[in-house]
């Protein structure tokens, strides 16, 4: 990525890619959080170069607007649930989600793994009983993940990728090969951008061999 | 010439600090007309965010009184070792960091907490619950209580409290219906500044209590979580707010006149009221 040494990219991206962007561009500064949250931002005028959602809607629906560039799929991940290490509320399948009482924190409605997480459990058939038992929406995937990290909630839905950084404090639970929804990420160029060559650069590098490899050690699925 | 120069300076300051100061309020305000302000207290986000804020602040600042008051009483009345210690470690929640308050309170009354894991063998679980809501908005908005409530008792005449004793009445009659009087403005100063803070709390509050709708979900929160859903909800919320705020800043300015009216001696808060 020697392209990007020149300027400084200002990077939005989803939370889930915390630790595994700086490791692909070391140079880039970058603001991670909820994908909505910072397309609302983009909206509102920040000043990104580069837009890297959880979700393919996202940057669709900045693109119809004119705000960023065509998207591209860089990535794509899991969704699993995980619960504290201790279990307290002994969760192993997804359906013990419904027993009464267990603590439930799942990300806000918007939120692309807050919708993913109600499209798995409408799949499921889930829906109404495991919603009974939320106890917060969280405003992006590691706040999901580290209320579960602390023990407070019985289970979350986090990216199988997020489970990966706190392996030592929370156990994985796989979904039902049925019910997985096709999570994948895409990056676009902002509009208002006034790197537009080194932004377009850091979005072709994504695709490239090196940041790929990275991506997959970090647990991202290869973009098909 | 340069006296010109001086006051032409100090007036551009002026107004730059002023429009600064304005110009966000003005602009949520000039985004956002009271009909549609009205209509949006429909939504059942705000509405139930509104229901949420009002309760959970309502029970903190009726504990904040309760504890507070005594608490502040003893440390204006009293002088003991540690006296100074004790006044600074009121203040402490005041400048610390809300993150670092929603940290604090997760590992005293966290579920694995200091004090939570006792409470969670006991059936109460406080994360996640109004009661964990509650819980913050106390912590971060009881010192400013305390502390002004500490001054409040401290401008009191002390000897309008000794002769209400000298014509026999006793430390609880004197209490009630000599101190109290005395400091009800300031006392009612620090409650409108402790509401105002409980009111806005979002950092502790979202670490510990997280957000649900009708359960967790405050105002500050339901203004996050709405930001990118329905912008015009947040600036009714946000509407909503600083009408609030502009009625407790009107409560505290009242509350100040009143004390200086009714204390002897003068009483200064963050430089709000004029030493006379």
């Known amino acids: 990525?020697?392209?990007?040494?020149?300027?400084?990219?200002?990077?939005?991206?989803?939370?889930?890619?915390?630790?595994?962007?700086?490791?692909?561009?070391?140079?880039?500064?970058?603001?991670?959080?909820?994908?909505?949250?910072?397309?609302?931002?983009?909206?509102?005028?920040?000043?990104?170069?580069?837009?890297?959602?959880?979700?393919?809607?996202?940057?669709?629906?900045?693109?119809?607007?004119g705000l960023c560039g065509t998207p591209v799929v860089f990535t794509r991940n899991a969704l699993v649930i995980v619960v504290p290490r201790s279990n307290p509320?002994?969760?192993?399948?997804?359906?013990?989600?419904?027993?009464?009482?267990?603590?439930?924190?799942?990300?806000?409605?918007?939120?692309?793994?807050?919708?993913?997480?109600?499209?798995?459990?409408?799949?499921?058939?889930?829906?109404?009983?495991?919603?009974?038992?939320?106890?917060?929406?969280?405003?992006?995937?590691?706040?999901?993940?580290?209320?579960?990290?602390?023990?407070?909630?019985d289970a979350g839905f986090v990216y199988a990728t997020d489970a990966k950084t706190v392996a030592g404090k929370v156990t994985l639970i796989t979904l039902p090969g049925r019910a997985q929804p096709d999570v994948r990420y895409a990056a676009c160029v902002v509009s208002t951008t006034r790197h537009g060559g080194a932004a377009k650069a850091f979005v072709t590098a994504l695709l490239g061999s090196s940041a790929q490899a990275k991506l997959r050690a970090a647990g991202f699925l290869s973009r098909r | 010439m340069t006296r010109l120069a001086a006051v032409i300076a100090v007036g551009a300051a002026s107004f730059v600090a002023l429009a600064f100061l304005l110009l966000p309020i003005v602009a949520i305000f000039a985004r956002t007309s009271p009909a549609h302000l009205v209509h949006q207290l429909s939504n059942p986000v705000v509405r139930d965010a509104f229901v949420v804020?009002?309760?959970?602040?309502?029970?903190?600042?009726?504990?904040?009184?309760?504890?507070?008051?005594?608490?502040?009483?003893?440390?204006?009345?009293?002088?003991?070792?540690?006296?100074?210690?004790?006044?600074?470690?009121?203040?402490?929640?005041?400048?610390?960091?809300?993150?670092?308050?929603?940290?604090?309170?997760?590992?005293a009354f966290g579920r694995f907490g200091l004090l939570g894991s006792s409470l969670h063998t006991l059936g109460v679980t406080l994360p996640f619950t109004q009661a964990a809501v509650t819980i913050a908005v106390a912590y971060v908005a009881s010192p400013l209580y305390v502390r002004q409530a500490i001054a409040a008792f401290e401008a009191t005449d002390p000897s309008l409290a000794a002769a209400s004793r000298t014509l026999g009445a006793g430390p609880v009659r004197t209490f009630f219906r000599v101190v109290l009087p005395l400091a009800r403005g300031g006392l009612i100063a620090g409650l409108a500044l402790s509401f105002a803070r409980g009111l806005g709390e979002f950092g502790a509050t979202i670490m510990f209590a997280g957000s649900l709708q009708r359960v967790t979900q405050t105002l500050p929160l339901a203004i996050y979580a709405e930001f990118d859903q329905n912008f015009s909800a947040t600036l009714a919320m946000s509407g909503v707010l600083v009408l609030v705020s502009v009625l407790l800043l009107l409560a505290l300015r009242i509350g100040l006149t009143w004390q200086r009216s009714t204390s002897t001696t003068s009483l200064s808060l963050f430089g709000l009221s004029h030493s006379n």
């Open chain 2, 53 to 107: 804020s009002l309760k959970t602040s309502a029970v903190a600042q009726v504990l904040i009184i309760l504890f507070g008051t005594p608490a502040a009483y003893l440390l204006a009345s009293r002088r003991f070792p540690g006296h100074a210690l004790a006044v600074t470690l009121v203040e402490l929640p005041l400048v610390l960091p809300p993150a670092v308050a929603g940290i604090g309170l997760l590992a």
């Open chain 1, 1 to 65: 990525m020697r392209l990007l040494a020149a300027v400084h990219l200002t990077v939005f991206a989803a939370a889930s890619l915390t630790n595994v962007f700086p490791k692909i561009a070391a140079s880039a500064s970058y603001s991670f959080g909820g994908s909505n949250m910072l397309a609302a931002q983009i909206e509102q005028g920040a000043p990104a170069d580069v837009f890297a959602s959880a979700d393919t809607k996202l940057p669709a629906q900045l693109h119809a607007r």
């Open chain 1, 89 to 153: 509320a002994r969760i192993h399948t997804v359906s013990d989600l419904t027993r009464r009482g267990v603590k439930v924190d799942v990300a806000a409605a918007g939120v692309p793994v807050g919708d993913y997480t109600t499209k798995v459990l409408h799949t499921l058939r889930l829906l109404t009983a495991v919603t009974k038992n939320i106890v917060s929406r969280e405003t992006d995937v590691r706040s999901v993940l580290s209320k579960v990290a602390l023990g407070e909630a």
